[in-house]
């Protein structure tokens, strides 16, 4: 009778401590990160009502109040919430493809609802004339937690490797 008891609950503890971990805050920024990289690539074959989802996707993953600086060689800029929804528009809808290949990715334990992102990348992208362009650069990331409880981007720095 002792034994069925003891294996339901070393059941249940492992059940709840791999819970507890998948919902860690350290967890749900490292699987953040990678659903910003998965919605920055856009395959040749991505039909429109999918890069729309695209879209949608990675506008819900930003703060409002995400803020941004480009500084590369043949681009600098800064940029807020509506110029970065619009720039992921303009390639989800006008480019053929792009991809976005992280290397290096550390991540810093979560403290005081925020947490930092540093990555270097590997950014491609070809044009629907199939110019293409390529650009390796590091890529910093800051991850704040809302009042509601969710992890929302709101800095990203970009500049040359």
């Known amino acids: ?86 720039a992921h528009h303009s390639l989800v809808h006008l480019c053929r493809s792009a991809s976005v290949t992280p290397s290096n990715l550390k991540i810093s334990k979560p403290e005081q609802n925020r947490a930092s992102v540093t990555a270097d990348l590997d950014l491609s992208v070809t044009e629907k004339d199939e110019t293409r362009h390529d650009e390796t650069c590091q890529a910093t990331l800051i991850w704040q937690k809302n009042d509601q409880g969710k992890w929302k981007l709101s800095l990203i720095e970009i500049k040359a490797r």
């Open 1 to 86: 009778m002792k034994k069925p008891v003891i294996i339901t609950l070393c059941t249940l503890s492992l059940i709840i401590a791999s819970l507890a971990w998948w919902f860690s805050d350290s967890q749900v920024v490292k699987r953040q990160t990678h659903e910003l990289t998965r919605l920055l690539t856009v395959a040749s074959t991505d039909g429109k009502s999918t890069r729309a989802l695209k879209n949608q996707n990675f506008t819900s993953l930003l703060s409002p109040a995400v803020s941004g600086h480009v500084d590369l060689p043949d681009y600098q800029s800064d940029f807020g919430h509506s110029d970065l929804v619009s």
